[in-house]
């Protein structure tokens, strides 16, 4: 307390800063010998600076190009300062795989950063800890697999909605748009149908907005400024991202309250609708896990399929020789019917397509940010209990060590000589462990199933005037990695 008195006296800035620094200094070999104390080996990095750690070293725009490039200096364990928080990365395919699969418990938790608190504040699946993790997690897989999740429920909501999806496409009649929102609200139908029990009109502004805004919030939370925000959280009454976020939050809490309380007014015990309705059943006082579970399945149930998707279609346009290849092998084995899931083992050039869009457009390159459970040796290294730790997604799915060409477009990763489907080990968009997707396996049906039934009816090509050079792969940075924007035109094919 004196010393902070004398600073208020000082009347010079070059004695303020002085002793500023002197502060800064002894705080820092306060730190330094409490490790060499501790005798342990902390993975290296680069020397931090006072307050701002590394973030001097960092594209904020693309912080996950930064983090790869500086692993050829430090290794594939090894630490940064944002801001003071010590955050330990994990990069390449072999080292996040034995981090995420082999220490699961160890690097298990999520670690909630103050922009993720806006979100959720602990409850929920995908930013929660704990037991109160866990039992979300366990109802979610139990009660979504009950509705059909990744079996023939689910497969018929799918091709149901892409009848709608058709009919957004076709009032288009093949001129250039924008497949963000038709897609998105496709997608979101079918999480809304297991979810609420039902879908929703893509002319329903209640919907609509909801969409809109989850999609929204995605986007900016992977923002520079929201960076920032969980680096230094006291500039958050400065940030007019934080406010919009917020904001988005109160207003879909709000419409999802409405949608609830419909359900429980005509809630049957004995008719479970969806999960919602389970929910209810179960757990009638528990508002704020409900809440958070709902909007967490809304949210990541739209925006990575959708993205995915969009990519999808985006690639065929730029590359128009391999959706010639992808409408031979469909026209060839399908014919005119509806594509169903069996017949994506007749299809091994279109499932290497569609897993190599998964890797190329990496989607969630940051991965979201995991905690450890406990004190860790891992790969000769200490990391203390709590450090909040990146596995690197993109430098798993561009690991050069395990894809011959990490940077291009080339469906070939998935196909032996024989031409048949082949899966990699190193294919890890869902990531893995304790924290997987637990939607991978409605994701991977709904990615195939609206992929081929669209690429069987239109051919995807550049707006008249514009090349496929023109649409470029750098897409646009938030939690996840969308498109850059752009328009296609989906032409009916005979």
């Given amino acids: 307390m004196a010393v902070v008195e004398s600073m208020l006296n000082f009347s010079s800035t070059g004695a303020l800063l002085g002793a500023f620094l002197l ?5 820092r070999l306060t730190c330094d010998s409490r490790s060499q104390k501790e005798g342990e080996i902390e993975p290296p990095g680069p020397k931090p600076l006072p307050l701002l750690g590394n973030l001097l070293s960092l594209d904020l725009t693309r912080p996950f190009d930064s983090l790869c490039e500086l692993s050829r200096t430090y290794g594939n ?8 928080k010590k955050v330990v990365v994990l990069v390449g395919h072999k080292t996040v795989k034995e981090a995420l699969v082999n220490y699961a418990d160890e690097f298990g938790e999520r670690d909630i950063t103050p922009g993720f608190r806006i979100v959720n504040d602990g409850h929920g699946i995908l930013f929660s800890n704990g037991e109160n993790w866990k039992e979300m997690r ?25 009848q709608y999806l058709k009919g957004e496409f076709d009032k288009f009649k093949g001129k250039a748009f924008d497949t963000t929102q038709p897609v998105n609200y496709a997608v979101s139908n079918i999480i809304s149908s297991i979810v609420y029990g039902s879908r929703f009109e893509y002319t329903d502004p209640r919907f609509t907005e909801m969409v809109d805004r989850a999609n929204k919030n995605i986007r900016i939370s992977g923002s520079a400024s929201m960076m920032l925000y969980n680096t230094f959280p006291w500039l958050g009454p400065f940030l007019n991202s934080k406010r919009i976020i917020v904001r988005n939050v109160l207003k879909n809490k709000a419409e999802m309250t409405k949608l609830i309380n419909e359900l429980l007014e005509t809630l049957n015990p004995q008719d479970r609708r969806g999960l919602v ?11 704020e896990n409900l809440l958070a579970m709902v909007g967490n399945l809304f949210a990541a149930g739209t925006d990575t399929t959708g993205t995915t998707l969009r990519w999808g279609l985006m690639l065929m346009a730029k590359y128009p020789h391999i959706q010639d290849r992808v409408q031979d092998e469909i026209d060839g084995v399908i014919g005119g019917r509806q ?18 869009t998964q890797r190329l457009a990496n989607i969630v390159p940051m991965n979201l940010p995991h905690k450890t459970s406990c004190d860790v040796h891992f790969n000769g290294y200490f990391i203390k209990k709590g ?12 690991d050069p060590n395990e894809w011959e060409k990490p940077n291009s477009f080339y469906p070939e990763h998935f196909l032996d000589e024989k031409g048949q489907f082949v899966k990699r080990d190193a294919f890890m968009p869902f990531s893995s462990g304790r924290r997987v ?12 199933l609206f992929f081929t039934s669209l690429l069987q009816s239109y051919r995807f090509t550049t707006p008249p005037g514009v090349s496929g050079d023109d649409l470029d792969l750098k897409g646009i940075v938030g939690i996840t990695l969308n498109p850059s924007p752009h328009k296609l035109c989906a032409i009916r094919r005979p």
Avoid: W
């Fill in 23 to 27: 502060l800064m200094v002894l705080y």
């Fill in 77 to 84: 364990v090894y630490q940064v300062f944002l801001g003071p």
């Fill in 138 to 162: 366990r109802f979610a897989l139990s009660n979504l697999r009950d509705f059909g999740m990744g079996k023939r429920g689910s497969e018929d909501k799918i091709i149901e909605e892409i």
């Fill in 277 to 287: 309705d389970s929910f209810l059943i179960r757990k009638q006082s528990d508002e």
């Fill in 339 to 356: 594509p169903v899931v069996d017949d994506r083992k007749k299809l091994p050039y279109t499932d290497a397509v569609i897993h190599e």
């Fill in 387 to 398: 450090t909040p730790v990146i596995p690197l997604l993109t430098s798993v799915l561009k």
């Fill in 437 to 448: 997707c637990l939607g991978e396996s409605l994701a991977r049906m709904e990615l195939f």
